[in-house]
Each structure stands twice: as structure tokens, then as C-alpha cells.
């Protein structure tokens, strides 16, 4: 307050209410509470919140007063959100909510002054007993604004409001958010297709190369194609623990026998292998005249040494060591270039095995060849024993079926490596 204003006797109970506030946070912290058994503790926890949904009631009246006497105007702000913003510091979210709950919760006056119920009387009524939380206010306010409009039955809209209210003494925000979802469909049964245009017109996907050579972006998926990722990614990334059979006979674990990754990790891994998938299956559209496909330019120099980087179409730099796992599941289509950038050679080297040979492996090899992995056929990469870069040959005596992990983790390359060079136990046959 400035100095020579006379204190209201407002002012007097918001220093009285500080005052008690202090004490009563002197005393929990100096170990008050201790005197709690724990249904006590609860108690306490549940009259303390209790008194912080009734604080809401104040800003209704004080926020009902300032646009009663126009201070967005007499601050030149274009709305009573905007003051709350300037003045509180609050976000344009929360401001919002609040303008929000006054007009739904909060008493209200006629254009003659005559004073009127709360738009919301029964949720009104609730949080001035302190038996609802400002975010619950505003689930309910929200779900019944959504069908408070004309071409709905008064009754529908109020008996909706009791019911959704009385929820709100058994169930948080997110069951009470389904709950108001199910209340709105009850009243309005084609409701939900608003939502469903609302979702296809925010839809979104971008994705752009960073100076690092990785990737970021942001997307907003509807309801149905985030549906269908999840379930497309969530059995790939599910954490690898196997389990091999010694050459002794008994029973061990791998050297992945607990799987490092993150959560995050696993998925970014699961939707590497849908596209890997994706790729070898040939069923992408044509892009340009020609099949899906990864253009890179790499010195001859560094792809034989397995250094420097690859460069693609777009300017993002691939380390050659990633390049070089890239092509394990592609064709490759080597171009000759001169130092002016001409062709001088274009010709075509079979990287991968043939349909047929493909066939051949699966009748062979039955699954995965990795040990103690149980990856059926149509789940599996077909490798090299020796790398194709290294002068692996395509041909049946050498590609062996495996996961698609193995071009992930280096470790198990070497250990399928030595498993297919009969150094570990094998579930290949006829490979040597």
C-alpha cells in the first residue's frame, strides 16, 4: 500500500490471512505434522486443499469487479486476460482459465444490477465448499460449454453438470476428462465428429536435418494413425534380454542380457526397423522416374579407408561407418564421377541376395541364426558373414539371416560372426 492510504478492511483480513498462513507454515516446518498418524497426515493434506479450492472465490469477485468498472480499458489492454498477464505474470493459458471460471462459477449481476446465480450453480456450489480444484472447474466448465448452445434440452445440459460434479469428489483430472468426454457424447451423440475434423485440420509432421547431420522435428498425430504407430512400434521396441544355449548345454544369457537403450531410444530403434522393413519390401512409390532411394556422394578414398563422411542429396553428412551400415539391406548403385562432376562409369553390383537366394536362406536357416534369438524368417536381414564392403561375396555359402539389430550394435555382429564361423553355437545348418 502507499504511504498515507487508509487500509480497508480488506487489507486488514489479507494481512491477517498472511499472518495465519505464516504461522501455519512456522509450525509444519518446525514438525507439526509428526503429531499425525497416517490417516491423520491425510486428513490434514485434504483440508489444507480443500481451503486452496475455495481461494478461487476471491479472484471471481475481484476479477468480476475490474471489468465491471472497464480496467482493461483504463490499462489500454485489449482484455481482462491480457491485465491478468501484465499484472500477475501469469501465462495466457492460465489467464484465460480464470477469466473462464468467473463467468461460469463465479455470482453474477443483471444490466440492471440485480445480483443472479453462477452460470454453473451446482459446480458453483462445490467449489465454494472447497470440494473441487480450479483444474476440475475447468474440465467440467469446458465439457458442458462444448454443448451449452441452442438445439440442446436445458435438462440434458444440467443434469450433466450434477453428475459430472459429483464425480469430482471420486476422480482426478484425467478420469474425469474421459467421463466429461462420455457426458458430452450422451448429450450430443455427434459431437465426437467435431473433435475428428479438429484433429485431421491440426494434423502435422515436419522434419528437418540439423548442422550435426541428425534429425529433429514436431508432429501432432490424430487419433487413428497414433493409434496405428503405436502398435506398429511398441513390439519392436521392447527391451532385448536373450537367452542362448552354451556349448556346455546349459543355459546363459547374451552379451545384451540387459538392454541399455532408454525407453525413447527403443522407439527411435523400432521405427528405424519399419522403415528398414519398409524399404526392402519394394512397395514404395516411385519418386523422380525411380525407386525410393538414398542418394550419397563419398570419395573412393574414404569408403575404402571407412572414414570422413558421405554427403546426401539434401547436404546432410553421413559418417562413412553409418553408410556403411545403410547398405547392409540395400542395392547399391555405384556412379563414377570425374573431379567436374561427369559420369564417367554407371554400372549395377547385386549387394543383396536374390528372391531366390532369399528363399534358400529361409528353407536353410529356418529364422534368425543368432543365438538364442527367435526371429521368425519375415523379421530378419540377410548379412554377410564377411562384410560386402570387405569383399563379401553374395552367393549361398556366405549371407546368413539375422536381426536387424546386428547393423544397430557392432558387438553383435562380431558375436553372430563368430557364431557363423562355427566359434559359438549355431542354429545354422550347413554353414561353415
Known amino acids: ?105 463465479g455470482d453474477r449481476v443483471s444490466m440492471l444490477g440485480e445480483p443472479l446465480d453462477p452460470l454453473r450453480p451446482v459446480l458453483a456450489t462445490a467449489q465454494r465448499q472447497g470440494d473441487v480444484t480450479p483444474e476440475q472447474v475447468h474440465i467440467i466448465q469446458r465439457a458442458i460449454g462444448s454443448v451449452d448452445r441452442p438445439g440442446f434440452a436445458p435438462a440434458d445440459i444440467a443434469a450433466g453438470e450434477s453428475m459430472l460434479t459429483s464425480f469430482a469428489s471420486s476422480f482426478g483430472p484425467t478420469e474425469l476428462t474421459s467421463l466429461a468426454a462420455r457426458t458430452v457424447d450422451a448429450i450430443n451423440p455427434d459431437g465426437t465428429l467435431r473433435s475428428e475434423r479438429i484433429q485431421q485440420d491440426r494434423r502435422h509432421l515436419s522434419i528437418r536435418p540439423t548442422k550435426d547431420g541428425a534429425y529433429i522435428g514436431d508432429f501432432r498425430l490424430t487419433g487413428v494413425l497414433g493409434a496405428k504407430l503405436i502398435a506398429v512400434l511398441s513390439p519392436l521396441a521392447k527391451p532385448r534380454v536373450e537367452n542362448i544355449t552354451l556349448a556346455n548345454g546349459s543355459q546363459g544369457h547374451s552379451i545384451l542380457d540387459v538392454d541399455q537403450r532408454s525407453y525413447p531410444q527403443r522407439m527411435h530403434d523400432a521405427l528405424e526397423e519399419v522403415c528398414e522393413r519398409v524399404l526392402r519390401s519394394g512397395s514404395l512409390p516411385d519418386s523422380g522416374g ?79 541364426s543368432f543365438p538364442g534369438c527367435a526371429h521368425p524368417p519375415q523379421w530378419c536381414e540377410r548379412h554377410h558373414i564377411i562384410p560386402w564392403i570387405d569383399g563379401g561375396r553374395t552367393d549361398m555359402k556366405k549371407p546368413a539371416l539375422l536381426p536387424p539389430g546386428v547393423a544397430m550394435f557392432p558387438m553383435r555382429r562380431a558375436e553372430a560372426s563368430m557364431c557363423l564361423r562355427g566359434v559359438l553355437p549355431s542354429r545354422v545348418y550347413g554353414v561353415t
Open 1 to 105: 500500500m502507499s504511504p498515507g492510504i487508509e487500509l480497508t478492511p480488506v487489507d486488514h483480513a489479507l494481512e491477517q490471512l498472511a499472518t495465519s498462513l505464516d504461522h501455519l507454515i512456522k509450525l509444519v516446518e518446525d514438525g507439526g505434522l509428526d503429531a499425525y498418524d497416517n490417516p491423520g497426515l491425510v486428513g490434514f493434506l485434504q483440508a489444507f486443499e480443500r481451503f486452496r479450492n475455495r481461494l478461487p472465490l476471491i479472484d471471481h469477485r475481484a476479477i468480476r469487479d475490474a471489468e465491471s468498472r472497464s480496467l482493461p480499458d483504463a490499462l489500454a489492454q485489449r482484455s481482462m486476460a491480457k491485465v491478468l498477464v501484465w499484472a500477475l505474470r501469469l501465462s495466457p493459458v492460465e489467464a484465460h482459465r480464470r477469466v473462464k471460471a468467473t463467468e461460469t462459477v
Open 290 to 368: 525411380t525407386p525410393a532411394t538414398v542418394i550419397v556422394t563419398i570419395t573412393a578414398e574414404s569408403l575404402a579407408a571407412k572414414t570422413g563422411h558421405a554427403t546426401a542429396s539434401d547436404g546432410t553428412l553421413i559418417p562413412t561407418v553409418n553408410l556403411l551400415e545403410m547398405t547392409n539391406a540395400a542395392d547399391i548403385i555405384p556412379t563414377m564421377l570425374a573431379t567436374s562432376g561427369a559420369v564417367l562409369d554407371l554400372g549395377r553390383s547385386r549387394r543383396v541376395a536374390s528372391p531366390n537366394q532369399t528363399m534358400a536362406l529361409i528353407a536353410r536357416d529356418r529364422g534368425c
